[in-house]
């Protein structure tokens, strides 16, 4: 394999902790390959993350990589690092860019999470009229599927902000306790 040229590879990706943590999953699997690479990481905060409303009066999940494929794009980066879920699967991608990776998927199995301290365990504990909180279209669906008197909620946010408002740090909108 050829050494990289002795500059500084500059990964762009979301500034939410997830993405940073994935980022830094993708930064050891290329020092596997390549020990002495050079790093930088560029976080963005996307207009995504900013926005609290639904994604679609915006133009859809797109947004979250958006700002980052026009700085790969203008090559204020050299590399991107997005979650696939972000990345629109109904568009081609933008002109000139390709995804030149994939990271071996981890476990895709869902988990619900409770309150510290609840009573409760699985979906089928809990009581009729509960509310569930989720932003994904398909767990909604399969919720309702096997609880349909149960309610969810969309909420959004990063990881640490979803688990702040499950245990009650933060205020939901619209949700009676």
Do not use: N
């Not at 207009?47 to 797109?62: H, P, R, S, Y």
């Amino acid at each position: 394999m050829a050494d990289f040229p002795e500059r500084t590879l500059r990964i762009g990706t979301r500034s939410s902790p997830l993405a940073l943590a994935q980022t830094d999953t993708v930064i050891a699997a290329l020092k596997e390959h390549q020990p002495d690479l050079k790093t930088e990481v560029v976080p963005v905060t996307t207009q995504a993350d900013l926005w609290e409303g639904d994604l679609a009066q915006l133009g859809g999940k797109g947004l979250y990589t958006r700002e980052i494929d026009q700085m790969l794009q203008r090559g204020d980066i050299d590399a991107a690092v997005h979650c696939v879920k972000d990345v629109p699967g109904d568009v081609p991608l933008p002109k000139g860019l390709i995804f030149a990776a994939y990271m071996k998927r981890p476990d895709v199995r869902d988990v619900l999470l409770f309150p510290e301290g609840s009573e409760h365990r699985t979906l089928a504990d809990l009581p009729a009229g509960a509310v569930i909180l989720s932003s994904a279209v398909r767990r909604k669906a399969q919720v309702l599927r096997a609880r349909p008197d149960l309610k969810v909620v969309r909420v959004r946010g990063a990881v640490g902000t979803r688990l702040d408002k499950l245990d009650g740090k933060i205020k939901l909108d619209g949700v009676k306790k």
